[in-house]
């Protein structure tokens, strides 16, 4: 994967294709932060049930293909749910069923969101403060339960089946589609600095649902 790729694959500007049968990282599904194929995967799943089966070359092991295996037996595409013949040549390596990628979704979109509300004050944050403000736990108050994420089972995903037309200078979340992303810059307090394990990073996210597009480390000490 060329520099270009891996850019366009973080900031999320297109949806996986029907040549996609894997994440565009090449990491397992459970672990991939291509969380659009993710995303487009739950939906098939949301609509026909059955598990995501990972197909493992015999010998070396490696993941070689991805099927959504129904209920019903049939062999689907990941991200169009389109039928497959088996995948006979390889092995079945793991099965995943929807709840575990709703969770790898909801850990690995939304740690920012997390962070927002829990009343992680001692940040100094600059940026996108109106939007944030929607979001975060006004000080002095004690971090309620999160009920969006709490029920992640119930939020409505993008549907992909509809053409996706991003602007320019907007990225896709999964679940609201085509954003304009909010940005802000956390750094650790000043004690932090002169103790050595200072750190400053920017989030870009949804403003809508705080779905984090990228978390990028730009300064430490
Ligand atoms: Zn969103």
Redesign the pocket.
């Known amino acids: 994967m060329n520099s270009k790729d891996s850019n366009t694959l973080r900031f999320y500007r297109r949806p996986p294709t029907e040549k996609n049968v894997y994440p565009r990282d090449g990491e397992r599904a459970e672990r991939s932060s291509d969380l659009l194929f993710v995303a487009m995967v739950m939906q098939t799943m949301q609509s026909i049930g059955g598990r995501l089966t990972l197909f493992s070359h015999p010998t070396n092991k490696k993941i070689r293909g991805y099927r959504v295996h129904a209920a019903d037996g049939r062999y689907l595409h990941p991200v169009t749910g389109s039928e497959l013949p088996p995948d006979e040549k390889h092995v079945v390596k793991m099965e995943l069923k929807l709840p575990s990628l709703r969770a790898h979704l909801r850990d690995e979109g939304y740690g920012f969101r997390r962070l927002i509300r829990s009343g992680a004050h001692d940040l100094e944050i600059s940026g996108d403060e109106g939007v944030l403000d929607r979001h975060r736990i006004p000080n002095g108050e004690q971090p309620a339960a999160d009920p969006f994420l709490d029920n992640l089972h119930l939020a409505k995903l993008l549907d992909f089946a509809q053409p996706i037309k991003v602007k320019r200078g907007q990225l896709i979340?999964p679940?609201?589609g085509p954003?304009a992303p909010g940005e802000v810059t956390l750094r650790s307090p000043p004690s932090t600095w002169t103790r050595l394990c200072g750190r400053e990073w920017v989030v870009t996210f949804?403003p809508?649902?705080l779905?984090q597009f990228q978390d990028a480390l730009v300064q430490m000490n």
Do not use: R, S
């Open positions: 979340c679940l609201d954003v949804c809508q649902c779905f």
